[in-house]
């Protein structure tokens, strides 16, 4: 039930193409969905984050699209560019329920080719 | 400093060994975490303060992993007796306050040999 289920494990796009990547989870309790993204090296760095009364939301190139009912949720890359290559991560807390901790998929490893 | 700091960047120890790890949050934070990435997975949660109390303590695997915060601020962890299995990047994150986004460091990668 604490699970966050992400795919797909590595992607490859071409520049400008639009990388989706889906997460789906089973506790209907968590409350905040956050995407990182992470560099090799670098420690984790907040792209974007949504809460699940809203089910889209946008930041720049980034798009979160939520299914609440599906208990699903996504992110899309506009125009992606050879500086997004990274490895993404989505996240889910419980942070109405008193819990902050954060659970984390498995991520997934973008390539985007020049 | 803007960002979370964290030292060392990297350490390699002998196992069996005892070692410390540091973490300086955002200036004005409240809510100090800390996680353990292995190679190739997401970050797995430890254990989180909010001022100097562990307020959830329970994602430590066991009794050799320790942490404090004793001043609300800077936090160590702390691992005794280290194992192979320790080897991991560990990442700390810190937040305004507890429910806030946590904005995390760049990591100390561990090698235990």
């Known amino acids: 039930q604490q699970q966050v289920k992400q795919s797909p494990q590595s992607l490859i796009v071409q520049k400008g193409g639009i990388p989706i990547i889906n997460c789906a989870y089973e506790?209907?309790?968590?409350?905040?969905f956050p995407w990182y993204q992470q560099f090799p090296g670098k420690g984790p760095a907040l792209l974007i984050a949504i809460r699940p009364d809203v089910s889209e939301k946008k930041e720049g190139r980034f798009t979160i699209s939520f299914n609440k009912s599906a208990k699903q949720f996504s992110l899309h890359i506009m125009d992606s560019q050879p500086g997004d290559s990274a490895t993404y991560f989505c996240?889910?807390?419980?942070?109405?329920?008193?819990?902050?901790?954060?659970?984390f998929g498995t991520g997934t490893r973008l390539k985007v080719l020049a | 400093g803007a960002g979370v700091s964290q030292t060392p960047s990297n350490k390699v120890t002998e196992k069996g060994k005892y070692v410390e790890l540091r973490c300086d949050p955002i200036s004005g934070h409240t809510a100090l975490y800390w996680y353990r990435q292995s190679l190739g997975q997401g970050p797995e949660f430890l254990i989180y303060?909010?001022?100097?109390?562990?307020?959830?303590d329970s994602g430590l695997p066991n009794d050799r992993f320790f942490a404090v915060r004793p001043e609300g601020s800077v936090s160590t962890l702390k691992i005794q007796r280290t194992e192979r299995g320790d080897s991991a990047v560990y990442l700390c994150?810190?937040?305004?306050?507890?429910?806030?986004?946590?904005?995390f460091g760049p990591g100390t990668r561990l090698l235990v040999l």
């Open positions: 506790n209907t309790a968590f409350d905040y």
């Open positions: 994150a810190s937040s305004f306050s507890l429910g806030e986004t946590q904005y």
């Open positions: 996240a889910a807390s419980l942070s109405s329920s008193g819990t902050y901790k954060y659970i």
């Open positions: 303060f909010q001022g100097t109390g562990a307020a959830d």
